[in-house]
């Protein structure tokens, strides 16, 4: 996301290629930071401590893109960017599930197309 100029175009290709990743038959399906160790035992509550600070990697890395835009200009000063940065991530999070279900590449890319509504124009 940081290669590109442009937001909107970052935060699109970005959800693009998490399309193509999630449907690649030399990936497995899904994300293993949302359908792994999020329901383990209080023994490993370790592993999920590791796991839930991947996630909040997600969202820090989102809201990172989106100050950097709102510097450059591209987005409004009153862009409520932690908002933004958890909804991209849980959208990220969100898609992982169809994926394994089987969804298409089509499908999710429809779903990437979506996630530039959530900037501010």
């Excluded at 497995?28 to 930071?33: A, D, E, M, N, Q």
């Excluded at 009153?78 to 992982?96: H, K, Q, V, Y």
Aim: glycine fraction near 4%; charge should be negative.
């Amino acid at each position: 996301m940081r290669q590109e100029e442009n937001v909107y175009d970052a935060i699109h290709n970005f959800f693009e290629e998490a399309a193509v990743i999630l449907t690649s038959q030399a990936a497995p399906c899904g994300c293993l930071v949302v359908l792994a160790a999020i329901n383990v035992s209080p023994d490993s509550k370790d592993v999920y401590d590791v796991v839930k600070a991947l996630r909040k990697e997600g969202r820090a890395y989102f809201r990172e893109r989106l100050l950097a835009s709102q510097l450059a200009g591209d987005l409004p000063a009153d862009t409520d960017m932690d908002s933004i940065a958890l909804t991209l991530n849980t959208l990220l999070e969100g898609i992982s599930i169809p994926a394994q279900d089987g969804i298409s590449q089509v499908e999710l890319k429809r779903i990437a197309a979506q996630a530039v509504r959530f900037l501010p124009q």
